[in-house]
């Protein structure tokens, strides 16, 4: 697979983790899988299930460089789930093939699977990836969409490219 320089947020989304109420495992886990593919962790950051400050994050990330962002949680069905919406609401473009293919292969691990409404989107010049809240399932997500990564981020980035 192609190796290439990738410079990666993350955005951990959770109400209880952002209040310390349980540790972050979902950030560090992401963290470790990025660095294991090569790619550069810029920054990490914890947001409660908020849409503005969701939004204010990716922004930060977007306009700190990041090519590639990674968030793990509120994605589901819950009342306070609004990651889809708060990236919905400053993207330039869905990509939906990311979400029907983490679902489609989670779907071997978890019939809990089609709960998440898990997306990629281009949000400024950046690829934004919304995975599952539970640490393992955004690897194990992470891990069924890494093919189109490099060439996705090198498109949101506007750098020339080819298929
Ligand atoms: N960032 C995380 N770190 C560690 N465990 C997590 C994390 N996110 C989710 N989990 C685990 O997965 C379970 C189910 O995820 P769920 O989506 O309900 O959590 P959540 O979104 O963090 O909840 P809330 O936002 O209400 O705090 C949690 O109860 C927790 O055990
Ligand atoms: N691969 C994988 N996908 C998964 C899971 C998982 O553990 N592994 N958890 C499911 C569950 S239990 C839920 S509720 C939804 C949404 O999770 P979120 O709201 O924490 O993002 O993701 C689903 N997708």
């Not at 963290?31 to 503005?52: F, Y």
């Not at 939906?96 to 293919?101: A, K, T, W």
Request: proline residues 6%; aromatic residues 2%; hydrophobic residues 45%.
């Amino acid at each position: 697979m192609e190796r290439t320089m990738i410079q990666t947020g993350i955005i951990t989304i959770s109400d209880r983790a952002s209040q310390g109420i349980y540790e972050d495992l979902g950030g560090p886990a992401l963290r470790q899988a990025a660095q294991g593919h090569g790619w550069t962790v810029h920054a990490e950051v914890i947001v409660p299930d908020d849409l503005n400050a969701i939004q204010m994050a990716i922004q930060s990330l977007s306009d700190q460089g990041c090519g590639l962002i990674l968030t793990t949680g509120g994605t589901g069905i819950a009342e306070r789930d609004v990651t889809p919406e708060a990236i919905r609401g400053i993207m330039r473009v869905e990509i939906p093939g990311f979400g029907e293919l983490m679902r489609m292969k989670s779907l071997d691990l978890t019939p809990n699977a089609i709960l998440s409404r898990s997306l990629a989107a281009v949000v400024s010049r950046s690829l934004v990836i919304a995975l599952p809240g539970k640490p393992q399932g955004a690897v194990d997500c992470l891990s069924f969409v890494l093919g189109a990564i490099p060439h996705a981020v090198k498109l949101a980035q506007r750098v020339p490219t080819s298929c």
